[in-house]
């Protein structure tokens, strides 16, 4: 890019990060080019398709006519189906005026960011984080604050982190369980401890991604807004892509007080109005409907990593987490730092990434972007086969760094 071009962007473009997960989809499709068999387990996208019977809601939709504007909150139907759901699954009581739907949870977020933030308005993030959260935050205005747990806590951040990142300009806490890329999930005890903490600060509100709940191997999926003491300041994101092989149909939601569902939807309304109406018709069939496909995907996600785990412990130098949710493990590599193979030195996790994609064709994601440059993100949104043999490279690769 010229400085001609420099000079007509936005500063606000300008300072956005490239994501690292596209970088990577692009160096698989380089390679693939030059004829190399690429493994890519970058992508944060289930490789199962759509169950049949919410197909079949979207066709018999497009069939009735749901094929026009939808009000810019939702659809009627759906957002009393999300009402539904979040009693049931959640134990939230949000009322479908405080809902409101939008072209997939990341627009969710983006328009609670909007609506919330002006400039100098600080969010505490817990790393670590999906790379959007920090870069919607520096669009909206706002600065993030990171709060760091590493591999040996789960990257779990303790209540007093949490405390000591909360000031007067804190306008709210910003996480996912199951989380994004690390995998961890949040149990009850953990959540109300946070809740403990945000009960003494009233300024402060919770954004609680909840995109993966039930991709969750643990008994239970607990919800932060369901504590009395956060209860009233709780945003709650949840969405299809994840738990209904839905990434396509770009479909999210969000729970919020009355003003701030409000407010998000004025913002929704200048830029997208509402989602696609056989999209929310679908939707709605999704939630009330037979969720056995879905269980049936968790517990193929929960062999898969089983699988992924066992094979990376054989892998000296590799220290892993051990995920309880989503479809991702977040490992530590750091012991690889200051070996080479004679050609590259490997100076952090992108360098690894790298070297791993160069040399086993193995798309990774580093861990910087994630706000962890100790680590990589390795999706096992792929089938048994392409998991085993894509560790069994990386496996011998790198048994060349000395």
């Not at 977020?109 to 670590?128: K, M, R, S, T």
């Not at 789960?154 to 007067?168: H, S, V």
């Not at 959540?191 to 509100?205: M, N, S, T």
């Not at 989602?275 to 939630?287: H, T, Y």
């Amino acid at each position: 890019m010229t400085s001609t071009h420099h000079s007509v962007l936005s500063k606000r473009v300008l300072t956005l990060a490239e994501s690292e997960t596209l970088k990577m989809a692009r160096m698989a499709r380089e390679l693939r080019a030059q004829g190399y068999d690429v493994i890519s387990l970058s992508l944060g996208e289930p490789d199962f398709d759509t169950p049949h019977h919410i197909k079949e809601a979207a066709y018999q939709a497009l069939q009735e006519g749901y094929t026009k504007y939808t009000p810019v909150p939702g659809l009627p139907e759906l957002t009393k189906a999300i009402s539904e759901k979040f009693k049931r699954d959640n134990h939230l009581d949000y009322k479908p005026e405080q809902i409101v739907v939008s072209n997939g949870a990341k627009q969710s977020i983006y328009n609670i960011c909007q609506a919330l933030l002006d400039p100098g308005d600080e969010v505490v993030i817990f790393a670590p984080y999906w790379v959007s959260y920090w870069e919607i935050v520096k669009l909206s205005g706002g600065t993030p604050v990171p709060v760091y747990a590493g591999v040996e806590r789960e990257f779990k951040p303790a209540p007093e982190q949490l405390e000591a990142a909360i000031t007067p300009r804190t306008k709210f806490v910003l996480f996912s369980s199951p989380c994004n890329p690390t995998g961890t999930v949040f149990d009850r005890h953990e959540l109300q401890a946070y809740a403990e903490v945000l009960a003494r600060h009233d300024h402060v509100y919770v954004v609680s991604d909840e995109i993966y709940e039930y991709i969750n191997f643990t008994h239970e999926h607990v919800s932060i807004g369901a504590f009395p003491q956060v209860r009233d300041r709780t945003i709650t994101v949840n969405g299809f892509a994840k738990g209904f092989a839905m990434t396509g149909w770009r479909l999210g939601y969000m729970g919020a007080p009355k003003f701030i569902a409000d407010a998000c939807s004025k913002i929704q309304g200048q830029v997208t109005s509402g989602a696609a109406a056989f999209s929310q018709k679908a939707g709605a069939v999704a939630l009330l409907g037979d969720l056995s496909p879905t269980y049936a995907m968790r517990e193929a996600f929960r062999h898969r990593r089983d699988i992924v785990l066992s094979m990376l412990e054989e892998i000296p130098g590799i220290r892993s987490n051990h995920p309880e949710g989503a479809f991702y493990v977040f490992p530590d590599i750091s012991d690889f730092f200051g070996k080479t193979d004679d050609h590259i030195v490997i100076q952090n996790a992108d360098d690894f990434c790298d070297f791993i994609m160069n040399n086993a064709y193995v798309g990774l994601v580093s861990g910087t972007a994630f706000g962890d440059p100790n680590c990589f993100r390795l999706s096992y949104a792929a089938s048994e086969a392409q998991l085993r043999e894509a560790i069994q490279r990386m496996k011998t690769v790198l048994q060349r760094l000395h």
